[in-house]
């Protein structure tokens, strides 16, 4: 059912209707890289943006009608990186403020603590605005610069919300994604050369610097719109958002750093090989260490009646389509064999009587994967993988294992969290959720492969 279809009086207008803009940039791109819809949608399909924009309406109407009161929802913000509470523990020491071992200190020996009014029956007059806060200041990283003006322009830009009766009246409009992209380059520091030097004068403040302005200063009359990006590739303006600068040059990491002599944002400002904090020295990893592969052991069933041998498990980047996009189309299932499919290195494959093509059980203690071997000499012994992000809806029968159909790359995985990516207060181990966080080590698995001793397609 399309989003408008939950209330009829939810209605997109017909200019937007079609409407697909995004943007795409990382400090390892030298260029934004702008999206718009090669074809019009079918039927009632929308962007994301329009999704979401069309549910906060319905979802302010519901809270409306329900009388929804405000509620006030109190919270812990970690740590942050690049501020004077990255440095908040400096003995390296963890201190549990709930056994009694400190005070609790907000900021200090625990995170900060913040609270938040939502009030849903403003959702949707909330989504479609630029908030007034942003005319108090922007920031990132411990940088702050004032950014009244750039609202001023935004408004003066975008128009603004001319509903009197919504509590966004007059502030600058992001009703659509284009509007709304084109605020975000307003706002960045990569896209604005007048806010780029702003960024750089106050890093300048924190270190003591008087060089840094320079590297954005010829371009601090740029500022980006959705339409030049469109139109004709921009190359992004030096921001002290990334560790190093594209000025004449393709982006190289740290050369901020290292040229311009920026700390490194580590407790001691250089680079650091050795940390001495005591989570570090608990699992040995105050220097840089190789740590093997976790010893761990495949289930064991009693279905022995094919030879089965135990291999690791690899999930690459598919060939067949985009980074984790699905390839259920025509024209990319015919690139190949069509559904999922497994490789093996052509001996590991003898030693189990597999043959190119053959049907295969892979699995350990997580799950079951029922798939076609590819056997190629291009895998070295001891390993297989498994592309990502196949289509199990796509010829996938039933497995003797489970009892039920045969699952994906992700069913013989789980995730392992990485301790030591939990330190927070200390340098450049300060978490933040999606930020600096714990990575998932859930690759790192070992699997039992054997040929599948029928292909039940469960129809019965």
């Given at each position: 059912m399309a989003a408008s279809a939950l209330y009829s009086d939810v209605v997109l207008p017909t200019a937007t209707w079609y409407e697909k803009n995004d943007l795409s940039s990382t400090d390892m791109h030298p260029f934004v890289h702008p999206f718009q819809n090669a074809v019009d949608p079918l039927w009632e399909a929308k962007s994301d943006w329009d999704i979401f924009?069309?549910?906060?309406?319905?979802?302010?109407?519901?809270?409306?009608?329900?009388?929804?009161?405000?509620?006030?929802?109190?919270?812990?913000?970690?740590?942050?990186?690049?501020?004077?509470g990255e440095l908040a523990q400096p003995e390296g020491k963890i201190l549990d403020w709930s056994k009694g071992d400190?005070?609790?200190?907000?900021?200090?020996?625990?995170?900060?603590?913040?609270?938040?009014?939502?009030?849903?029956?403003?959702?949707?007059?909330?989504?479609?605005?630029?908030?007034?806060?942003?005319?108090?200041?922007?920031g990132m990283k411990g940088l702050g610069w004032k950014s009244d003006d750039l609202y001023e322009e935004i408004r003066t830009r975008n128009g603004i919300i001319e509903d009197k009766n919504l509590i966004s009246y007059g502030m600058p409009s992001i009703y659509d994604a284009k509007q709304a992209c084109d605020a975000v380059m307003g706002l960045s520091t990569t896209t604005n050369g007048k806010v780029a030097v702003r960024a750089w004068a106050d890093l300048e403040k924190k270190t003591g610097l008087s060089n840094l302005t320079d590297l954005a200063a010829d371009r601090e009359s740029e500022r980006f719109t959705f339409d030049m990006v469109a139109i004709q590739p921009r190359e992004t303006i030096t921001s002290p958002t990334f560790t190093g600068s594209n000025k004449n040059r393709r982006y190289s990491p740290f050369t901020v750093s290292i040229e311009q002599l920026v700390p490194f944002r580590t407790v001691t400002g250089r680079q650091s090989f050795y940390i001495d904090h005591e989570m570090m020295f608990e699992w040995g990893e105050a220097m840089s260490v190789y740590k093997p592969i976790l010893d761990f052991q495949p289930l064991k069933t009693t279905l022995n009646e094919n030879r089965e041998i135990t291999l690791k498990f690899l999930t690459p980047h598919n060939k067949w389509s985009t980074h984790s996009m699905y390839?259920?189309?025509q024209q990319l299932l015919t690139l190949f064999r069509g559904g999922q499919t497994i490789w093996l290195n052509e001996k590991d494959a003898a030693a189990i009587d597999v043959k190119d093509n053959d049907w295969c059980e892979v699995y350990n203690r997580n799950g079951v994967v029922i798939s076609r071997a590819v056997v190629s000499p291009r895998l070295p012994r001891g390993v297989m993988f498994m592309y990502h992000a196949q289509d199990r809806h796509i010829n996938v029968p039933g497995s003797?294992?489970?009892?039920?159909?045969?699952?994906?790359?992700?069913?013989?995985?789980?995730?392992?969290?990485?301790?030591?990516?939990?330190i927070g207060g200390y340098g450049q181990l300060s978490y933040?959720?999606?930020?600096?966080?714990?990575?998932?080590?859930?690759?790192?698995?070992?699997?039992?492969v054997r040929k599948a001793q029928e292909v039940d397609w469960l129809e019965d």
């Amino acid at each position: 059912m399309a989003a408008s279809a939950l209330y009829s009086d939810v209605v997109l207008p017909t200019a937007t209707w079609y409407e697909k803009n995004d943007l795409s940039s990382t400090d390892m791109h030298p260029f934004v890289h702008p999206f718009q819809n090669a074809v019009d949608p079918l039927w009632e399909a929308k962007s994301d943006w329009d999704i979401f924009r069309t549910l906060a309406k319905a979802v302010s109407k519901v809270a409306t009608e329900a009388k929804l009161p405000i509620y006030k929802d109190v919270f812990a913000v970690p740590i942050q990186h690049d501020t004077e509470g990255e440095l908040a523990q400096p003995e390296g020491k963890i201190l549990d403020w709930s056994k009694g071992d400190c005070e609790p200190i907000p900021g200090k020996t625990m995170p900060a603590i913040a609270m938040i009014e939502r009030d849903y029956t403003k959702l949707y007059d909330k989504w479609i605005a630029l908030g007034p806060n942003i005319q108090k200041g922007n920031g990132m990283k411990g940088l702050g610069w004032k950014s009244d003006d750039l609202y001023e322009e935004i408004r003066t830009r975008n128009g603004i919300i001319e509903d009197k009766n919504l509590i966004s009246y007059g502030m600058p409009s992001i009703y659509d994604a284009k509007q709304a992209c084109d605020a975000v380059m307003g706002l960045s520091t990569t896209t604005n050369g007048k806010v780029a030097v702003r960024a750089w004068a106050d890093l300048e403040k924190k270190t003591g610097l008087s060089n840094l302005t320079d590297l954005a200063a010829d371009r601090e009359s740029e500022r980006f719109t959705f339409d030049m990006v469109a139109i004709q590739p921009r190359e992004t303006i030096t921001s002290p958002t990334f560790t190093g600068s594209n000025k004449n040059r393709r982006y190289s990491p740290f050369t901020v750093s290292i040229e311009q002599l920026v700390p490194f944002r580590t407790v001691t400002g250089r680079q650091s090989f050795y940390i001495d904090h005591e989570m570090m020295f608990e699992w040995g990893e105050a220097m840089s260490v190789y740590k093997p592969i976790l010893d761990f052991q495949p289930l064991k069933t009693t279905l022995n009646e094919n030879r089965e041998i135990t291999l690791k498990f690899l999930t690459p980047h598919n060939k067949w389509s985009t980074h984790s996009m699905y390839f259920d189309s025509q024209q990319l299932l015919t690139l190949f064999r069509g559904g999922q499919t497994i490789w093996l290195n052509e001996k590991d494959a003898a030693a189990i009587d597999v043959k190119d093509n053959d049907w295969c059980e892979v699995y350990n203690r997580n799950g079951v994967v029922i798939s076609r071997a590819v056997v190629s000499p291009r895998l070295p012994r001891g390993v297989m993988f498994m592309y990502h992000a196949q289509d199990r809806h796509i010829n996938v029968p039933g497995s003797k294992i489970s009892g039920t159909r045969g699952g994906t790359h992700n069913t013989p995985t789980r995730i392992h969290m990485k301790p030591t990516h939990m330190i927070g207060g200390y340098g450049q181990l300060s978490y933040g959720f999606n930020y600096y966080g714990t990575t998932g080590n859930q690759r790192d698995i070992y699997v039992v492969v054997r040929k599948a001793q029928e292909v039940d397609w469960l129809e019965d």
